[in-house]
């Protein structure tokens, strides 16, 4: 056996080398197709939970979305709007269930949507057209619609959905149309079911994971990071390092040298050897990089910004961009909340409607402070400008009102 032969003996066992390779046994498929995570019903749970990159952005807009607060207002005879107070509808929003409270419910119903495109919240109501007092979301993946298939002449949801059947355990329960509240997401091949924002990011999910794993088996499993060979050459080629030698250096290397106190960081030997590297510098794979780039995906589709992550962002950056997914994110999924709070609770059609107020929130407030502070200016420098001569609508024309 050659030299080369006894080297990859080494790192492979005995006559391993001689074996035939078969793909998807013993060594990688090299065909170059990648492989992706597909997205679905029964692991975007699963894949939430063990991917932070993902877990971080969906948590932090179920908690911006969840910290408004819920207000009863109508329309009196004058055209003013009131707030209704003591409204038994936010009682119940703000205490749903004997299980969590209004923020809990408002922020699973927005991770399901996230997850899945849908959600299903079961509404107990003591009669048909009373106002509910439960309101409980069910697993998305165990609900089933049973369709009539037809939708687009259908005036009423009971042409469409006939019923659901809930998949609790081994029993299936059927709930009826009046007890299921189902929100979802657009979907233009679905009229009926939403569709999940996560499946348009499928590869960036995917190579963060990968990423990850990959530095995970260099860290782990990462075999020899390299060997030492015989320098000296013959006449024939290179020599054989002796196997005495090979035991002494071994033996060396494990007891004299290494990272520990007492050790020796550097392995100095009087042979001619050569070190030879079987590693590659993880940098160079720009596997960081690939996270970073997959995770600003991540946000960009959820509709929130980098600089409420990064702490390496400003203070001023922070409130700026807080403030901006408040009013481009935010708010808007609230108003949609707000218009099915609306109709779930029979509000709709009689000047009186529900709400997310985030007037409470202290980025906002300085905003509010802000605009306030400015509208004085603007009343002050136009009282100025009438004091000095200047007709009303003149005053307005500078000040830019």
Known sequence: ???????????????????????????????????????????????????????????????????GEWKHEKMNSKGIIEEVIKSPFVNILENPNPL?????????????????GNNYEFVLKPFKNSSPKILNIL???????KITGKWYKQQ??????????????????????????HTKLNNSNNPILGESPLKSLYMDISNIRASKKFRNVIMTKEG???????????????????????????????????????????????ANLKWNSTAYPIKDMLL????????????????????????????????????????????????ELSMNRTKLFGLDGKNEWLRLDYSNVPVLQ???????????????SISTLVGSGMTLQEALNIIEI
Request: net charge negative; with cysteine.
């Open 288 to 335: 960081f990089e690939e996270v970073d780039a997959g995770f600003k995906k991540i946000i960009d589709v959820l509709g929130l910004d980098e600089n409420i992550f990064s702490t390496a962002s400003t203070y001023e950056n922070k409130i700026s961009s807080l403030r901006n997914v408040f009013q481009t994110t935010i708010i808007p999924l609230s108003e």
């Open 1 to 67: 056996m050659n030299f080369i032969d006894k080297l990859l003996t080494f790192f492979t066992g005995a006559n391993e080398y001689y074996k035939t390779r078969y793909i998807g046994n013993n060594i990688t498929d090299l065909s170059g197709e990648p492989e992706f995570i597909q997205i679905n019903n029964k692991n975007a749970y699963d894949l939430m939970i063990t991917t932070s990159e993902l877990y971080a952005p969906i948590v932090r807009r179920g908690l911006m979305l969840s910290c």
């Open 156 to 181: 009423d949801i009971n042409e469409i959905i006939e019923y659901y059947i809930y998949k609790n355990g081994d029993e299936n329960e059927k709930l009826t149309i009046e007890q299921i509240n």
């Open 224 to 270: 020899a990071l390299g060997f030492i060979s015989n320098n000296t050459k013959d006449a024939i080629g290179a020599v054989a390092v002796a196997p005495e030698d090979r035991k002494r250096m071994e033996d060396a290397y494990v007891k004299n040298y290494g990272i520990e106190d007492g050790k020796s960081k550097i392995f100095i030997s009087d």
């Open 366 to 380: 300085e905003n509010i402070l802000e605009k306030t502070i400015a509208n004085k200016n603007k009343s002050e």
């Open 100 to 116: 969590m409270n209004g923020n809990e419910l408002i922020r699973l119903y927005d991770m399901n949507m996230i997850l899945y």
């Open 139 to 145: 697993e998305t993946n165990k609900i089933e619609a």
